[in-house]
């Protein structure tokens, strides 16, 4: 059964500094993951979906990495902005005869001005 | 293009009473996702529809709940004799699955349920 464990669960930080928010895994035979992000009362965006084939996606200031081996994802924010608070949810697909996306508990990121 | 769209996007319901909560995935989209946000719980897979049929069912939590897709597109979502542990916000997602590992569920705005 997959098991998805993001950390650290809540992070505040100034304005300008760079992010790294981590995500691990426990069945490393998933098709890709995604990584989401949820504002309050509202439903999710995904922002990057990283393929199991691929090592990183980029968009724009956000960069996602991938070891499948070792069941990690990191999701890399540069000069955040206080528009990036939110919760960041990372979610694997597939893997074990699944074709769902198994959900961590999100990291919860404020940024202040 | 339309996005995901869920109704009601609010829904207060006294304890025991029937609900249904309504899916329009993107058109074209064959997969069909239900997931649940509880408080506290985390986000959590229902159900999976690939066309009308419901491959994995797995993630419903008791038999008051059930699913149908007609169509291919539209899903209902229906709990039966609500109770108050119901109570969370109901996530539709839909994809186009062509290759897995290309697969990008996109995500309705929810219907937030409350069980009085």
């Known amino acids: 059964k997959q098991e998805v464990t993001q950390i650290p669960a809540a992070l505040s930080v100034p304005e300008g500094e760079n992010l790294v928010l981590n995500c691990s895994f426990t069945?490393?035979?998933?098709?890709?993951l995604q990584w989401f992000r949820q504002d309050p009362g509202k439903g999710l965006t995904s922002l990057l979906l990283?393929?199991?084939?691929?090592r990183e996606q980029t968009s724009g200031r956000l960069n996602a990495s991938l070891d499948k081996s070792s069941g990690r994802s990191t999701l890399y924010i540069a000069a955040s902005q206080p528009g990036d608070s939110a919760t960041y949810l990372c979610?694997?697909?597939?893997?074990?005869?699944?074709?769902?996306?198994?959900f961590g508990a999100g990291t919860r990121l404020a940024v202040h001005p | 293009g339309a996005g995901v769209s869920q109704s009601p996007s609010n829904k207060v319901t006294e304890k025991g009473k029937d609900v249904e909560l309504r899916c329009d995935p993107i058109?074209?989209?064959?997969?069909l996702y239900w997931y649940r946000q509880s408080l506290g719980q985390g986000l959590e897979f229902l159900i999976y529809?690939?066309?009308?049929?419901?491959?994995?069912k797995s993630g419903l939590p008791s038999d008051r709940f059930s699913a149908e897709r007609t169509g291919g597109s539209v899903s209902t979502l229906t709990i039966q004799r609500t109770q108050q542990e119901d109570s969370a916000v109901y996530l539709c997602?839909?994809?186009?699955?062509?290759?897995?590992?290309?697969?990008?569920?996109?995500f309705g705005p929810g219907t937030r349920l409350l069980v009085l």
């Open positions: 997602a839909s994809s186009r699955v062509r290759v897995m590992n290309q697969e990008t569920q996109y």
């Open positions: 069945d490393s035979a998933i098709y890709n």
């Open positions: 990283i393929q199991s084939s691929q």
């Open positions: 979610a694997p697909l597939g893997g074990s005869g699944y074709n769902k996306l198994i």
């Open positions: 058109s074209g989209h064959t997969a």
């Open positions: 529809f690939q066309g009308n049929s419901a491959p994995d």
